[in-house]
């Protein structure tokens, strides 16, 4: 009768082989998600007190919340917000997607112009809102070379124009991130079948039928991801404001994060910033939740099929 060798014992430098895969992946993510937990934790304790300069104990409910969703300013920073969202968004992604087709075409140069549409997303948003600053500046941007050049009726004033300003932010939000959309988009065209591409040219089909109807129907989950992130893009994005126009010319580009900015560190009411912020967390968790469920709903179905 025969018995099964046992087997040998996992000796100690096995274990203390993979202490740097831990350290370097697992203590960084850990900290990261600490981090988040728990000062988001902290700002929505105090969305409910009285703070003011500094935190300080007590409840007042949901005063904050009341007091913040009737001031102007944030009634004007959310609709901003539903127009700068769906402009940057669509936009943005059509931009990236155009990229994607083009560069798929296996165009010579292909790896300078994909560093060249990707080179944006390696610049902050302050150093781009100060870029598009001086090219919109009607006085010493475009505006003014054109009218130098002897086209004195031009105008491109978007900048200083309280019904159009709110779009620069849209042209400075493409300009950065349309590459990282592209990269995306290039990734999803790529990974399409060949088959199904040549099954459609025996048939007869044209590159804009091969595109509109085999290629891009494919990239839906893509398109999908794409749209989330850029969401979350425009419901955080400060900095690119705060650089561009300041919020202004007067309430014309405020967006939520920048009420949260000026409630805590322009009036000195922490209460009401950190109610702001805990609103606009509010408004982002509307968008990852539905898009989490439907990606688990995906894999529910992937995983029966």
């Known amino acids: 009768m025969s018995h099964a060798a046992p087997s040998p014992a996992r000796p100690l430098f096995a274990g203390l082989k993979r202490l740097p895969e831990f350290l370097v992946i697992w203590v960084p993510l850990l900290l990261s998600a600490g981090h988040v937990v728990v000062f988001t934790a902290w700002t929505t304790w105090i969305s409910f007190t009285p703070s003011t300069l500094v935190p300080v104990d007590g409840w007042v ?176 994005t400060f900095d690119l404001v705060r650089a561009l126009t300041g919020g202004g010319p007067g309430l014309a580009t405020q967006l939520p994060a920048l009420v949260v900015y000026d409630f805590m560190f322009q009036r000195g009411h922490l209460g009401r910033g950190s109610a702001a912020a805990v609103l606009m967390l509010l408004t982002l968790l509307g968008v990852l939740l539905p898009y989490g469920a439907w990606k688990y709903y995906q894999r529910r179905r992937d995983a029966r099929a």
């Open 61 to 236: 409910g949901w005063r904050n919340y009341t007091n913040v969703l009737a001031t102007r300013n944030w009634k004007i920073a959310f609709d901003n917000l539903l127009i700068f969202g769906a402009g940057f968004v669509i936009l943005t992604a059509l931009v990236g997607l155009l990229l994607a087709i083009i560069i798929d075409q296996r165009i010579r140069g292909e790896n300078v112009l994909r560093s060249i549409f990707l080179y944006p997303m390696a610049v902050s948003f302050v150093v781009t809102g100060t870029v598009w600053s001086w090219l919109l500046n009607p006085g010493m941007g475009i505006q003014k070379l054109v009218n130098d050049w002897g086209w004195t009726s031009f105008r491109f004033d978007w900048l200083i124009d309280r019904d159009m300003a709110i779009w620069t932010i849209v042209i400075a939000g493409i300009w950065q991130s349309s590459g990282f959309a592209m990269a995306l988009f290039l990734a999803g065209l790529r990974s399409v079948e060949a088959d199904l591409i040549k099954a459609a040219q025996i048939d007869g089909a044209g590159p804009v039928r091969i595109y509109t109807r085999v290629i891009l129907p494919t990239l839906w989950p893509i398109v999908i991801a794409v749209m989330v992130i850029l969401l979350q893009f425009a419901i955080k």
